[in-house]
Each structure stands twice: as C-alpha cells, then as structure tokens.
C-alpha cells in the first residue's frame, strides 16, 4: 500500500456518503499524498471490507471509523480484523473501559502490522447538558481528559477528541500521544452537526496531530483546492 508521503499530510478526509458512488466520485479527485480517508460506520454497513480494500488499491491509507464498545473479546476481535484488512488506523470508545482497551493492544501487538489504536473519548456533537442528560455531569473537557488518562495508561496510541480539548490533553500527556480532531472547520464553513469546533490552524496550534474534515473538502467544487488552501492555511499559522 503507497503510504502518504505530503509534509503536511495532517487530514483526514471524511467520506461520509450513502453510496459507493458518490464516495468514489470523489475519491477520483484526490490525491493519496495529501490526504488519508475515514470510512464511517455507513459506507462499511452498505459495502463492507471491499470498499476499503478498493480504497487501498488507489493508494489511500485508510482509518476504519466504526468506534468498537463491546466485551473485551469482542473488541479484541474486531480490532485484529481490521488489521487483517489493512488499515492504517482504527478505533473504539474508551467508555469500553481498560480491559476492552487492554484485550485489544494485546491482540494488535501479536500482528505483524497492526494499525494505530485510538480511543472514542467525547463526541464533538456532545456538549455539557447533553453529557449531564446521559449521567456524565461535568464540563466535556474534564471528561475528555479523565478518558484520555485511561486510554493512554491502557495502551492506546492516542485518542479522538475535539480540538478545543487538546491543549489540555497535549499537555497532560505529552507529545507521543496522538491527537485525532474532528470538528474542524475553516474560516467561514459552517459548523453543521458540531458543537465544538476550530479552524485547522486553531486545532494545530492546541496540539491535534490529525484533522478529521468532510464537508468543508466533500462538497466544496474543488476538493483538492479546498485541501491546498487548508494545507496553506497551516503553513500560515
């Protein structure tokens, strides 16, 4: 599989599209060298591990985006799956606990190349009263953070998070822990679904290593140009 080779090779294109179609139409019109893809839970329930494979194919690595919750044999499995099928990084809910995380580093690390296992901590479409309506009181930076605090003690390489929750993350937790954002936006995109969000420069400047970003890429007329002007939006910043 090509691997990405840009400098400035931080985004993650989000390909959030109900049909094989759509994604491809625009997957034509990227460039593996200035992006990753993110294939979500949708795409994968409609076209399953073929999709991926497709998606590797054209050179494209590729983040598994199916946020695996479950007993820790389970998770463990899924995770081994997904290393199977070659993915470049894969996920699961840090809520899942330590033995969840725990079951799943043990069974990457018997993989001769296993992906990047991050952790799920706050969904950026969550905000205080939503996690106080779900029996989470507290304010989602502290929640973030406490999260962040048992993903990395249980063996994961790094965690989703806002980005207006990354500075303290980086903080606590030192360069070595990665940092994937979505609810980046920039200047002027609307924010949608998202409740907390930053500009590409904003979330790099907090510490994010990764910018998970769809519409603003996905429906723009010019994908590739709207990834350029991110891209100098960085070296601006």
């Known amino acids: 599989m090509t691997q990405s080779t840009h400098p400035l090779t931080r985004i993650i294109v989000a390909l959030d599209f109900a049909a094989e179609a759509e994604a491809l139409a625009l997957v034509e019109r990227l460039d593996p060298a200035r992006c990753r893809l993110k294939v979500g839970k949708e795409l994968f ?12 194919r ?22 081994a799956a997904a290393a199977d099928l070659g993915v470049w990084m894969v996920n699961v809910h840090v809520t899942g606990g330590a033995r ?5 580093r043990e069974r990457l690390s018997r993989m001769p190349q ?10 950026t479409s969550l905000d205080e009263s939503d996690l106080a309506a779900i029996g989470c009181p507290g304010s989602p930076r502290e929640r973030v953070l406490a999260l962040a605090r048992l993903g990395q003690a249980s063996g994961l390489d790094g965690i989703v ?18 940092l994937v954002t979505p609810g980046v936006r920039p200047a002027g995109a609307a924010a949608g679904d998202q409740k907390r969000v930053m500009t590409p420069p904003e979330a790099v400047a907090a510490g994010a290593d990764h910018l998970v970003i769809g519409r603003p890429i996905t429906q723009a007329v ?8 991110i891209e100098r939006s960085l070296t601006r910043a």
């Open 100 to 104: 969840m995380i725990e079951a799943a």
């Open 58 to 79: 054209r050179g494209f690595e590729v983040f598994l985006d199916l946020k695996f919750h479950d007993i820790p044999n389970t998770v463990a499995a899924a995770c």
């Open 45 to 56: 329930t409609r076209l399953g591990p073929a999709f991926v494979e497709t998606l590797q």
């Open 222 to 229: 010019d994908p590739l140009a709207a990834i350029a002007e």
């Open 161 to 178: 998070c806002s980005p207006l929750e990354a500075a303290p993350v980086r903080e606590a937790l030192g360069r070595d822990f990665l």
């Open 114 to 123: 296993p992906p990047l296992l991050i952790g799920v901590t706050v969904l």
